[in-house]
């Protein structure tokens, strides 16, 4: 009598009846599935301790170290960009007057470790500098470098994250030295060559004077 009664103008509505609680079940199972896959982590890993455990939740994983070098300022933001745009493979983000922003890396590993090996140049991170002129011809630069703040690690990543952090930040420190050397060294080239064009003008020769004219006029003055 019951199957009969669900019948309607011919039409058996027991199948459909079937098709539409089973779709009903399904759009509630997705819809559980995204809203999973959008808790934050902090509520994935309260829900599940041995992941917390193995993870140990490393947030906010960076690491910043400064220096004082004799250059100016704008010679400071050409070579950083130099080295961090070029040698080291980053993206010029933004900047303003004192401060530079670069970024690298895949943006799309929010973890570490994955199941893949992700070394020190795919780990996506952000670089960046601040300048403080100390003095026309002394710069202060800070260096900071950050992982995104929703990406965690585990003890040995993040280990390896500073770690690889510390070594970039030398061999920008080494870049830079050797650039120092070589500006001081022309700087004072420039100071000889106009300290010894002073002395010619005293003695009433030119600088392309012979040696011999040189002394002449020394005994004469």
Not at 139 to 168: L, N, W
């Amino acid at each position: 009598m019951f199957l009969a009664e669900m019948e309607f103008f011919g039409i058996d509505v027991l199948p459909l009846l079937f098709a539409a609680s089973w779709l009903l079940w399904y759009c509630a199972h997705k819809a559980q599935e995204e809203k999973d896959s959008e808790a934050p982590i902090n509520d994935i890993l309260a829900e599940n301790p041995k992941t917390a455990e193995s993870l140990k939740a490393f947030d906010s994983v960076g690491w910043s170290k400064q220096k004082t070098f004799p250059i100016p300022l704008d010679m400071a933001k050409e070579i950083a960009e130099k080295v961090y745009g070029e040698s080291l493979e980053c993206h010029l983000e933004d900047e303003a007057e004192t401060v530079q922003r670069f970024s690298r890396g895949d943006k799309t590993i929010w973890r570490l470790p994955i199941e893949k090996s992700v070394d020190w140049y795919d780990q996506p991170v952000t670089i960046q500098i601040r300048y403080k002129a100390v003095s026309d011809e002394k710069t202060t630069m800070k260096v900071v470098y950050a992982a995104p703040k929703s990406m965690i690690f585990d003890g040995e990543c993040r280990d390896f994250f500073v770690e690889h952090a510390q070594k970039e930040f030398l061999y920008f420190c080494q870049v830079v030295e050797n650039v120092c050397k070589r500006y001081e060294e022309h700087v004072a080239s420039e100071i000889d060559e106009t300290d010894c064009s002073a002395d010619y003008g005293t003695l009433g020769v030119g600088p392309d004077a012979s040696w011999d004219d040189v002394r002449a006029a020394y005994r004469e003055n």
